[in-house]
């Protein structure tokens, strides 16, 4: 069965380049000129350099083309998911849409699989999350992930559709913890870089981690989402991946902010928006979430680093 990803960045270049050892695999790029430029050179040099695209892999600026295929996987950013969706939905409905994004909806408060099904509820919606980086996968190096899909017969034809020679996907139907596991651990990865950039040392960033573990847990569970789930790649895994690699956009953004430096505002960064989306979220659920407010408030300079660790390390004590 074909298939097709629909993003061209770093991620969606990756996931294509893996699956194309499965068969045949389409890549949409948005830009023209820059899948022209791939189809010939045989390379995304601006986002993936140093890796050849496979032959049977062609890219192309033709949405109807790339969703010819029954199964596509959207390899777009969260906050531009729905637009997306709303822009190519007559090409997209009926189809097998496998999220590739990471985080929350700033305006509603929703994950990928919830944005899907609300702009297309024809569609059938799947995510595919958890710790890995988009280097790594399209090198061949070994990667597991989580596929999350509310229907498991459903789940279980795109785990043996989507498995590749390097990457390795678990199933689950908790669709909640995945996409709650893979948005809030962007948050954690803020916190701990800014931790790690302040010269805070590694001891505080264990805190930091396993305390925001803590609030992944918190949150998933208050919205119906399995415990184990979050004990899995989507949540654990990707919170230790994420948290002490400076591969990750998020932990290096953290870092900039420890620094008290500038940061690349073209880079895309899920966590930011995520946090702010979350913090609303826990108040509207009374939830205690004090790291992640902690990390709105830094994005937003509200707290200066040392304002942040002072107000932390005050709060009430208690059982763990």
Not at 237 to 265: K, M, P, Q, V
Request: glycine share 10%; charged share 20%.
């Amino acid at each position: 069965m074909s298939i097709s990803v629909l993003g061209s960045g770093a991620f969606g270049t990756a996931l294509a380049i893996s699956l194309a050892g499965n068969g045949p695999v389409t890549l949409w790029a948005r830009n023209a000129v820059k899948a022209q430029a791939m189809q010939d050179s045989r390379r995304n040099g601006t986002r993936l350099p140093g890796v050849a695209l496979p032959d049977n892999l062609s890219v192309t600026a033709d949405i109807a083309e790339a969703c010819d295929s029954r199964v596509l996987l959207l390899a777009v950013p969260m906050q531009t998911l729905r637009r997306a969706l709303q822009e190519h939905k007559d090409h997209l409905a009926g189809k097998t849409l496998v999220a590739c994004c990471k985080g929350i909806e700033l305006d509603t408060g929703l994950g990928p699989i919830a944005v899907i099904q609300e702009v297309l509820p024809q569609a059938a919606a799947a995510l595919l999350t958890g710790p890995s980086f988009a280097a790594d996968i399209a090198r061949g190096l070994p990667t597991a992930l989580t596929l999350a899909c509310g229907e498991a017969d459903r789940g279980k034809e795109l785990q043996e559709q989507l498995t590749t020679a390097n990457l390795r996907l678990y199933r689950t139907t908790d669709t909640i913890g995945a996409e709650i596991g893979g948005a809030l651990k962007n948050v954690m990865a803020i916190a701990c870089g800014a931790v790690i950039g302040a010269g805070l040392g590694d001891s505080a960033r264990a805190a930091l981690m396993t305390r925001g573990y803590a609030e992944m847990q918190r949150m998933a569970l208050a919205c119906g989402a399995k415990a184990e789930t979050l004990a899995g790649l989507s949540g654990f895994g990707d919170l230790a991946l994420t948290c002490s690699s400076d591969l990750s956009r998020n932990y290096r953004l953290g870092l900039s902010i420890g620094r008290g430096e500038e940061f690349d505002s073209s880079i895309t960064v899920e966590g930011a928006a995520t946090a702010r989306a979350v913090a609303e979220q826990s108040r509207r659920m009374n939830l205690d979430m004090p790291v992640t407010i902690t990390v709105t408030n830094l994005l937003d300079q509200r707290l200066t680093i040392g304002e942040a660790a002072a107000h932390l390390l005050k709060r009430p004590l208690k059982e763990e």
